[in-house]
């Protein structure tokens, strides 16, 4: 909860590039919100690429038969071995394709 006179806060009040950017980007409110949540905190924001990346290897695990390697491969722009690995590793349940790999792509 944010005290009353935080309401009149500007976006060129916020102090640092960084947070003007965010708030240009997210909106003012928004922005408050993550300054009350997480204040003093350092934050890591992934690229967009990591976080498509995990939504891909699910969607490539929920399509893999067994057969459709290739087909997968060209769709999502990876390797077949990729797709081989990704859906074994879900199937064992550790849900990484191999601990500290990333993914292709």
Do not use: F, H
């Not at 006179?5 to 102090?15: A, I, P, R, Y």
């Not at 922005?31 to 009350?36: D, E, G, I, K, N």
């Not at 990876?78 to 081989?84: A, G, Q, T």
């Amino acid at each position: 909860m944010m005290p009353e006179w935080m309401k009149d806060v500007k976006s060129e009040d916020l102090g640092s590039d960084a947070l003007r950017d965010m708030a240009d980007a997210i909106g003012l409110e928004a922005t408050l919100r993550l300054v009350a949540t997480y204040s003093g905190m350092v934050i890591y924001v992934p690229k967009m690429e990591t976080v498509g990346r995990v939504v891909r290897d699910r969607e490539i695990c929920r399509a893999y038969d067994g057969t459709n390697a290739r087909q997968l491969a060209r769709r999502y722009g990876v390797s077949e071995s990729w797709v081989r690995r990704v859906a074994n590793a879900r199937r064992r349940g550790s849900g990484k394709a191999r601990k500290g790999e990333s993914g292709e792509g």
